[in-house]
RNA sequence: CCGGGUGUUGCGCAGUUGGUAGCGCGCUUGCUUUGGGAGCAAGAGGCCGAGCGUUCGAGUCGCUCCACUCGGACCA
């Protein structure tokens, strides 16, 4: 059709420049813009209404197993930053320092917060007294600063939102319990709220966060087929503890130092539902998150008792607790159906002359573009079942597309072979020396995303040295 | 940090052998329209990414930055 001319907004097919598609859809669903300092990004309105969602969701589990949200500053004097060597060597090439307060310069320099374990430590210092006030749950929502050399919106910006859960506890075995409690509460999170499946799983030792003892991960796979780290949570042992002095008085009444764990999840999860859900119409957003869950479009709308009708519907949804937008603005249909799209908006409400006649509305399904002619009478309840029905479709394809691009190997070359043809998650079995898995990176361009919690035994030898194998490990390339 | 690509109005682009900047969309106003990105008309909008150089003259040629972008390496 002619029409097509107008597509101003139309974006870079998923297939024909993955990474372009993506960009294209960050921008012209106005999630981000991009600001003056590099690597640095605006969360808009609508990409910002994402991340409250994701906020007010996740910050709920949180709040039902115990934890209590605090905010710590953003400045971290390199001193304190420096007690637990381990961390500095993970962190100090990608601080921003602070040098200067107005004109002068500083005795000290100050970090700006890349990850919070230090002040967190520091302040425990002050306050820990008694294993009476053990566990110490504490989460924050804030942004903090990477200065990373490749930057795109919402995967690696300088400065990202996010949540920093940390917790102390009087024995190894409840903050390890923690640690993986957490674990699953983002696994969960992401069935739930998103419609990503995941694989949990633990990193190995070349993977895992800079002071961890254990880092485990959940990791998810986009529609090119590589892997995003969508959460991770750390157990630490005591070695932080030790390092900044956090200790209590034990039951014993001898003075100990307390377990700690930290675990996070960043607006890089919108990145991740981008690229699970997204089509080349734009952006696919499950229910649970989308900040238009409904959106009703008036047809032919100043024609007698259209938008009446449409602000009635409105009403209607809004009173079942929905998220709604009524768009009477005078853009003709097609460009508010091609917007809406584009916004990964889950269902569309259609009300129109012909409709009003018959008594019934059409509803349009973002996920499968199907449409369904509803008697008005049935509007809540169609409305509720396709909701419900857009989450487990989503949910249910990308586990399909996992699935389907998940094979097990026992030769390197294989795996090579493989992500040659179609970047997929390969399993193998390997033998947990570091060695084995730097030599897959050089050999089939891959790195460990896991070893999941869900082992399989494929096999008795590790593929790269022949050795009797440990661990089933998942390995991709990863975001 | 290494390599490739791109910077001209809000967005997408054109701009010849160097001669003082144009198109489409969007935007504003009005009218007409409305079941898949509407039509007509009249408007507004530019330090041509920044700096230095070559030249009588630079969007155009040279050098140096910077930004965005893609791919590596590194990381949520």
Redesign the pocket.
């Known amino acids: 059709?002619?029409?097509?001319?107008?597509?101003?907004?139309?974006?870079t097919a998923m297939s024909e420049?993955?990474?372009?598609w993506?960009?294209d859809i960050?921008l012209?669903a106005e999630l981000v813009d991009?600001?003056?300092?590099?690597?640095?990004m605006i969360v808009r309105p609508y990409g910002y209404a994402i991340w409250e969602n994701i906020v007010n969701i996740m910050d709920g589990e949180f709040k039902k197993t115990g934890h209590v949200n605090v905010a710590m500053p953003m400045l971290i004097p390199e001193s304190l930053l420096k007690k637990e060597g381990e961390l500095v060597n993970?962190f100090a090439?990608?601080c921003a320092w602070v040098t200067h307060g107005g004109e002068g310069k500083l005795e000290e320099r100050l970090a700006v917060r890349p990850t919070s374990e230090t002040l967190f430590c520091d302040h425990w210092e002050h306050i820990l007294h008694s294993w009476r006030e053990l566990p110490m749950l504490y989460n924050q929502w804030c942004s903090v600063v990477?200065w990373?050399?490749?930057?795109?919106?919402?995967?690696?910006?300088?400065?990202?939102w996010?949540q920093e859960g940390h917790t102390i506890h009087e024995t190894a075995a409840e903050a390890e319990a923690e640690t993986e409690q957490q674990l699953w509460c983002y696994a969960n999170f992401c069935r739930d709220a998103l419609a990503m499946p995941v694989i949990p799983g633990r990193k190995t030792d070349?993977?895992k966060?800079?002071g961890a003892e254990a880092?485990y991960?959940i990791e998810a796979m986009m529609k090119?087929g590589k892997a995003?780290?969508?959460?991770?949570s750390h157990y630490f042992g005591d070695k932080f503890s030790r390092a900044y002095n956090v200790t209590f008085t034990g039951r014993d009444n001898t003075q100990q130092y307390p377990f700690q764990t930290s675990w996070?999840?960043?607006?890089?999860l919108i990145?991740a539902v981008i690229m699970t859900h997204g089509d080349d119409?734009?952006l696919v957003l499950p229910p649970p998150i989308a900040p238009i869950q409904v959106v009703v479009?008036p047809?032919?709308?100043?024609?007698p008792g259209v938008l009446d009708a449409a602000y009635a519907l409105n009403d209607r949804l809004k009173a079942m607790g929905l998220r709604v937008k009524t768009d009477d603005s005078?853009?003709?249909?097609?460009?508010?159906?091609?917007?809406y799209?584009?916004k990964g908006v889950p269902l569309?409400v259609?009300?129109?002359?012909?409709?009003?006649?018959k008594g019934q509305?059409?509803i349009?399904r973002r996920d499968t573009?199907e449409?369904y002619f509803v008697p008005l009478a049935e509007l809540e309840e169609k409305v509720q079942e396709l909701l419900k029905a857009v989450h487990e479709n989503l949910y249910e394809s990308a586990k399909k597309r996992l699935e389907e691009n998940t094979f097990a190997f026992d030769k390197v070359e294989d795996v090579k072979e493989a992500m040659e043809k179609h970047t997929c998650f390969a399993k193998t079995m390997w033998c947990g020396n570091e060695a084995c898995e730097i030599a897959m990176?050089e050999l089939a361009?891959v790195?460990s995303r896991c070893m999941p919690f869900e082992q399989e035994n494929l096999g008795e030898v590790c593929p790269v040295c022949g050795q009797p194998a440990k661990k089933m490990v998942v390995w991709g390339?990863?975001?």
């Not at 490749?150 to 990202?160: A, V």
């Open positions: 059709m002619a029409k097509q001319k107008k597509q101003v907004k139309a974006i420049d993955f990474a372009q993506y960009t960050c012209k991009y600001a003056s300092v590099k690597g640095f993970g090439p990608e990477r990373e050399k490749t930057t795109r919106p919402f995967l690696r910006s300088r400065e990202f996010w070349k993977e966060f800079a880092t991960t090119d995003l780290q969508s959460a991770t996070g999840s960043t607006t890089r990145g119409n734009g479009i047809v032919a709308q100043h024609k005078d853009q003709s249909n097609g460009w508010k159906y091609a917007e799209e584009m569309r259609e009300i129109g002359p012909k409709d009003m006649e509305c059409v349009a573009g449409k990176k361009g790195s390339v990863a975001y």
